[in-house]
């Protein structure tokens, strides 16, 4: 799942999304996926949770939609062991206003580099092995679900902060981190569950 080119922190994924995206009036999901690395399943896990987290972007109708089949599209190739990953060309060309997206990722960088500062590798069995493949399965429940989460207030947030956990325990090997998101996704899944609107 990890790449040798693969960013090594949260903080350094930020920064190749800001450099990547310097100068674009529009910001597509294809252009997110070039920044990272088309072989990077760990750091789109880690992105689609970042966005989706990020204000004045994860609250823009439609986004959480999308970044959720982004994911299930990365990891359902990765479960079928796929070398790179593959979207559609409609999907890759949905996009966001650069400046907001300059935005969201300034407010995530004091985040960042707290996260950073306690992320280190342990146990590894949990990021490595089978154990990714476990995670996987996860994430792809969470975006399943990002579509309903969509008329649920504040349930998407939730839903990000499990995916950027879950994406930054498989970049920084940190398998502590993933137990935290296992728990944030459950907490996510009940509040979605006591808030359904039927």
């Known amino acids: 799942m990890n790449q040798p080119d693969d960013p090594a922190s ?27 690395g088309e072989r990077s399943f760990g750091p789109m896990v880690l992105v689609a949770g970042v966005i989706t987290l990020a204000p004045l972007i994860g609250d823009i109708p439609g986004v959480p939609t999308a970044l959720g089949l982004m994911v299930l599209l990365t990891l359902g190739q990765l479960v079928f062991q796929r070398h790179s990953i593959w979207i559609p060309s409609k999907l890759a060309r ?66 990000g902060i499990a995916l950027m956990a879950f994406g930054l325990a498989i970049v920084a090997r940190d398998g502590l981190l993933a137990l935290v998101a296992i728990v944030a996704t459950g907490g996510t899944t009940w509040f979605v569950l006591t808030n359904l609107p039927w």
Do not use: H
Not at 12 to 17: A, F, G, I, P, T
Not at 94 to 123: C, S, V
């Open 94 to 159: 949905r996009n966001i206003e650069r400046e907001k997206l300059a935005k969201g990722l300034d407010w995530m960088a004091k985040p960042a580099r707290f996260m950073d500062r306690w992320t280190k590798q342990r146990l590894l069995w949990l990021v490595r092995g089978s154990g990714q493949y476990v995670i996987a399965i996860i994430c792809m429940a969470v975006a399943a679900a990002m579509p309903l989460m969509e008329i649920i207030p504040f349930s998407a947030n939730g839903a």
């Open 10 to 36: 949260l903080t350094e994924l930020l920064e190749r999304l800001r450099s990547n995206t310097a100068g674009q009036a529009q910001v597509s999901v294809g252009d997110v996926l070039e920044a990272i």
